[in-house]
C-alpha cells in the first residue's frame, strides 16, 4: 500500500477544488464585512461554501457554528479524495485522520491545562466521530489528566502521552506533548514513504514534508526563544528531528540572541526568498512559506501524493484565513490591519 494512490484521478481532483478557491475580491468584500453575520452570509451566498453553511440562520450567526462548519467541510473534501482508501483505514486518509486526532487531542489539553475542559464539548467535531477511534464526547467529563489517559488508553497515543502526567499541581508540558504527538505522526509517515510508496514519488513526497516541518521548527524556535527565553540545547529537545536543516543550521538558530535571528534566518537558502523583503514577522513566515511551497507544487508537481499533501495544507490556510477574518470582523479590526494578517 502506498501513501497515496498513484494514478492520475486524485491530482485532477485536487486541482478542480483548488480553482474554487477564494479570489482576491472574495478577501477584500470579507475583511470589509461589518459583522460575523456578513462574513458568513457572503460565504454562504458568493463561494464554495455554500452547501456547507447552507443550514445556519442569516439572522442568528454564531462564530463558533461557523468555524466548526468550515473544519467540517475541510475534513469532507480530504475523505472525499482519498475515498477508497479511507474504507480500508490505510494510505493518506490515515495521515489525515491522524492530524485531526492530534489536533483534537491538543485542543483538549489545554482546556484541561486551564481548568476548562468542560468546554471541550462545544467544539466537539461530531462529524468525525466515524473516522476515529477515540472517545471524543467523553473527554469533556474526565476530571483530570489520569482520566484523559484512561479515555484514550485504547488508542496508540496512550503510549506517546503516559509519559506526561504532572506531578504535585504542575500545569502539563504542552509544548512537548504536542512535539511528541507530531513526532509519533510523523515517524509513522516517514516509515510509510520509505516501505512503499514508488522510488520515483518517494523523495519528493520526503522532500514537501522536510520543507514543511523545517517552516514548524523555525516558527517554534522563535517562540521558544521570545516567549519562554529559552536557548540553546533546550530548544532543540523541542524540535522535530526532521527537516532539511542542517545541525549547524539549527544550533545557529536555537543558539543565538533573538536580536540574530533574522538575519540568520535570511542567510539560510530555505528562507531566502521569503525573506528578502525583510519580513520580520514570525506570525506569518512559516505559513506564508508553506502557502507558497504547497502554491508551487499544486501547479507543477506531477506526483499525485504531493500534488494532495499541497492541497491539504493549501485549503488549511483558507481555513485559517477565513476564521482570522470572522475574529477580526467580531472585533472591529480594520481592514488594513486584517489584510496584514492573512495569507493569499
Known amino acids: 500500500m502506498t501513501l497515496i494512490d498513484s494514478s492520475g484521478a486524485i491530482p485532477a481532483k485536487a486541482r478542480a477544488k483548488y480553482g ?68 480500508s483505514g490505510n494510505g493518506f486518509s490515515r495521515f ?28 466537539l467535531p461530531s462529524y468525525f466521530d466515524n473516522y476515529t477511534d477515540i472517545k471524543l ?55 510509510e514513504i520509505n516501505k512503499h510508496n514508488p522510488k520515483s514519488e518517494r523523495t519528493e513526497i520526503k522532500k514537501l514534508f522536510d520543507m514543511i516541518i523545517d517552516f514548524s521548527n523555525v516558527g517554534k524556535v522563535y517562540r521558544l526563544k521570545k516567549s519562554y527565553k529559552m536557548k540553546g540545547a533546550a530548544i532543540e529537545d523541542y524540535l522535530l528531528p526532521y527537516g532539511t536543516l542542517t545541525k549547524e543550521q539549527r544550533e545557529s538558530l536555537c543558539g543565538c540572541e533573538i536580536e540574530e535571528f533574522f538575519s540568520i534566518l535570511a542567510d539560510m537558502h530555505q528562507f531566502r526568498n521569503i525573506m ?41 490556510i483558507e481555513i485559517s484565513n477565513i476564521i482570522t477574518i470572522i475574529e477580526s470582523v467580531r472585533y472591529s479590526v480594520s481592514p488594513d490591519i486584517i489584510e496584514e494578517m492573512i495569507i493569499h
Request: proline share 3%.
Open 96 to 123: 489525515i485522520v491522524m492530524r485531526y486526532e492530534i489536533n483534537q487531542l491538543i485542543q483538549y489539553l489545554i482546556l484541561l491545562n486551564t481548568g476548562k475542559s468542560r468546554e471541550y464539548i462545544f467544539s
Open 276 to 316: 528578502k523583503n525583510g519580513n520580520h514577522d514570525m506570525s506569518r513566515i512559516p505559513m506564508e512559506a508553506r502557502y507558497k511551497l504547497c502554491r508551487n507544487k499544486i501547479y507543477f508537481s506531477q506526483n499525485p501524493g504531493v500534488v494532495l499533501i499541497a492541497y491539504m495544507y493549501i485549503v488549511g
Open 137 to 191: 464526547s467523553q473527554l469533556a467529563s474526565c476530571k483530570d489528566y489520569n482520566d484523559f489517559l484512561d479515555t484514550i488508553s485504547h488508542t496508540p497515543y496512550f503510549g506517546v502521552l503516559k509519559k506526561f502526567v504532572p506531578k504535585n499541581g504542575e500545569n502539563l508540558n504542552l509544548a512537548a506533548i504536542e512535539n511528541s504527538l507530531y513526532g509519533y505522526m510523523y515517524d509513522l509517515i516517514y516509515s
Open 20 to 87: 474554487k478557491r477564494l479570489t482576491p475580491e472574495d478577501y477584500n468584500n470579507l475583511i470589509h464585512c461589518k459583522t460575523v453575520s456578513d462574513v458568513a452570509n457572503y460565504l454562504k451566498n458568493n463561494t464554495y461554501y455554500n452547501e456547507v453553511l447552507s443550514q445556519i440562520s442569516e439572522q442568528n450567526v454564531h462564530r463558533g457554528q461557523v468555524e466548526l462548519l468550515l473544519k467540517q467541510k475541510l475534513f469532507y473534501d480530504f475523505d472525499q479524495l482519498c475515498r477508497y482508501e479511507s474504507r
